[in-house]
């Protein structure tokens, strides 16, 4: 199935044929004015040096304007094998198409909203026809049953058209046109880059960022220069002070030669104020109850710092190097993401 962008934006237009593998742009005068572009025929040359195939409109109240529109056009220097005319469906449309054909144009009868029309425009030797999805539902009709109709009609009778699905608002429309089978479809910017989107897809891609960033990085790559620590001679308040600066929930408590010989946790602290109040924040952290801390070395990977946290079911860990205190890692490290 080909996949066209729907648009007359420049700069979404580059963006999208970045993709490497559309099939060409499908643009109107609707949205050029909605650009506020004045200079169309400036336009569609600068778009034909961007897109592989341009579908541009050819206006005329008569088969003889419309052909004249197309004529002028081409003089313009596009190239005939990569360039479309769109003309809405009419019976001077239609004739227009027949003329255009013979003469080596490619040609899509667009606009259309029944299956007699795009009888028409089929008989008539239309490279595509064109239905218009969204505007069909907003009016009430069957949109999806005269696209499957008209798919059947080219399956059924070999026409040497391709129905082309336009008029797309959402993405359940691109799924639409996969299950009726249309050849074509046409898409804004907007949809069309949320066509990979999935929450699933998006969890299973996390995890395999966070997976590796665990198996190749070290504990020492995400600390960075801050290191909350605190000799046991301080107070509690100045633990806070120091706690508070970190942002961290702990600080190490070290001795004078920066070993760490205990944390100090706001859980600590909210433990020690329900026992004895408030005052209890002048107390020195040498008059507390310490346990060495759980660490690891700045030199091991994350992987292994999460599994100590795991193992020792406690939130952060202190980062040694050569002993001495260097940082602090906690749950929240490990599931950033680089």
């Keep these: 199935m080909e996949l066209y962008l729907d648009s007359a934006d420049i700069n979404e237009i580059k963006e999208a044929f970045e993709l490497g593998f559309l099939t060409g742009l499908t643009t109107t005068p609707t949205f050029m004015h909605r650009h506020g572009i004045t200079d169309i025929d400036g336009t569609i040359l600068e ?24 004529e002028r056009q081409d003089a313009l220097g596009l190239d005939r094998s990569k360039t479309v005319y769109k003309i809405p469906i009419s019976v001077e449309g239609v004739k227009a198409c027949r003329r255009l054909v013979d003469m080596g144009y490619m040609v899509n009868i667009h606009l259309v909203y029944t299956l007699q029309q795009a009888y028409m425009a089929m008989s008539a030797g239309a490279s595509y026809v064109c239905p218009l999805v969204g505007r069909l539902q907003d ?16 399956n059924y009778y070999g026409y040497d058209t391709r129905i082309m699905f336009s008029s797309v608002r959402n993405v359940e429309h691109v799924k639409n046109a996969l299950n009726v089978g249309v050849h074509t479809v046409t898409v804004p910017w907007k949809i069309m880059k949320k ?17 590796t960033r665990l198996m190749t990085e070290s504990v020492k790559d995400v600390i960075g220069g801050n290191n909350p620590v605190v000799t046991s001679d301080k107070s509690i308040a100045d633990a ?17 030669a920066q070993r760490p010989i205990g944390m100090f946790t706001d859980g600590d602290l909210r433990r020690l104020i329900s026992k004895d109040g408030g005052n209890v924040i002048e107390k020195a952290l040498s008059d507390l109850p310490m346990k060495q801390p759980i660490s690891v070395e700045g030199m091991e990977l994350l992987y292994t710092a999460e599994a100590l946290l795991r193992e020792k079911e406690v939130d952060t860990l202190v980062v040694t190097e050569e002993g001495k205190a260097i940082g602090m890692v906690d749950v929240q490290d490990l599931i950033k993401k680089s």
């Design 47 to 70: 778009l034909a040096k961007i897109v592989p195939v341009l579908q541009i409109e050819a206006l005329g109240e008569t088969a003889d304007e419309i052909v004249a529109e197309a």
């Design 240 to 256: 806070l002070v120091v706690m508070t600066q970190g942002g961290f929930g702990a600080v190490t408590i070290v001795d004078g």
């Design 195 to 211: 066509l990979t989107e999935n929450h699933f897809t998006q969890i299973g891609t996390d995890e395999f960022f966070e997976h």
């Design 139 to 154: 009016q009430g009709h069957d949109a999806l049953g005269l696209v499957q109709q008209c798919v059947e009609a080219v």
